[in-house]
């Protein structure tokens, strides 16, 4: 034979040798290899190629080690969630990423002349729970006070569900707080999450905590505590002036003028020289007259501040 790229094909040696032969399997180009993403994410796992001779296939497979060799077919016509992986659109887009996505990826890409790997793709898909930021955790109203809890939420999907608890001080464990019917609770929702409870009591005082859910779980606030308050903490000489009011039903019962009126009403009754016992047993007495029974639990805390204004 005169081609040089050809030996034998003769009666001395009758096989035939091709030299040189010239095989282009397909040349890929690929883009980011590491893919870090949230749940429900979109991404895309990029591949472009060039070929001379005709293209044949492109197939993508998974695997669960980087190392080793444990790659199996990605049938992507069966996931509603994976598209591409074709001739025309060789890149592997992945919508609504879910925890069992991470792993690690290949393509091959094969023309007549042979096939062509690309390096790995690594995916890893982290769940994405909701986050609780609150402003305080400890609070200690006064008895009859109205307190919110303040929290804001982010990261959360629309059918989340967000849920309040509650351990009083001698409970052994939390119990759900039903914000949607107990007129004793406001707020507690998505749209408004901060908890808001009504006229503070003894009842009220333990921990409370915050829970909101997605699709990939559960986050738990820090434990909040509410305590009262102690009327017994006021300064018996200096009161700061009577209070401006005592809640009575989540409603002012007693304001500052209803205080005034009440012990010239005493001062009437016991004199202007009144002993302080006196004083307190007939501000005690006009207090169940008019039906102010709350003003009874502030009367020592506030008997000096009650006798000054008996004089005349």
Not at 287 to 296: E, P
């Amino acid at each position: 034979m005169s081609d040089n790229r050809f030996q034998g094909g003769n009666v001395s040696f009758p096989s035939l040798t091709i030299l040189d032969v010239n095989v282009r399997p397909p040349v890929v180009s690929v883009g980011m290899a590491l893919h870090t993403v949230a749940t429900r994410a979109s991404f895309s796992l990029q591949v472009n190629y060039t070929s001379g001779p005709e293209m044949k296939s492109i197939s993508w497979e998974k695997g669960t080690s980087y190392y080793f060799h444990l790659y199996v077919s990605v049938n992507i016509t069966a996931h509603s969630r994976f598209t591409g992986g074709t001739l025309d659109s060789p890149s592997l887009e992945i919508n609504d990423a879910k925890p069992e996505d991470s792993g690690y990826y290949r393509c091959r890409v094969t023309n007549n002349d042979g096939t062509t790997t690309t390096p790995v793709f690594t995916v890893l898909v982290q769940k994405q729970l909701a986050n609780i930021n609150m402003v305080d955790t400890t609070y200690s109203p006064l008895s009859g006070d109205n307190v919110t809890i303040y929290v804001t939420i982010t990261d959360s999907e629309s059918n989340s569900t967000i849920t309040w608890e509650r351990q009083g001080e001698n409970e052994a464990s939390f119990n759900v707080i039903n914000t949607q019917t107990n007129v004793k609770y406001g707020g507690g929702t998505l749209l408004s999450p901060s908890l808001t409870i009504y006229n503070i009591t003894g009842t009220d005082v333990g921990y409370y905590r915050c829970k909101v859910t997605n699709i990939d779980g559960t986050t738990t606030s820090s434990l909040i505590y509410i305590g009262l308050k102690s009327d017994s903490s006021c300064d018996k000489l200096s009161c700061g002036g009577l209070r401006e009011c005592v809640l009575m039903n989540n409603k002012p019962t007693c304001s500052l003028s209803t205080w005034k009126a009440a012990a010239v009403v005493v001062a009437g009754t016991v004199g202007a020289a009144a002993s302080v016992a006196a004083g307190v047993a007939a501000f005690k007495l006009l207090s169940n007259k008019v039906g102010h029974n709350d003003l009874l639990a502030l009367i020592d805390c506030y008997k000096i501040r009650v006798i000054k204004l008996l004089d005349p």
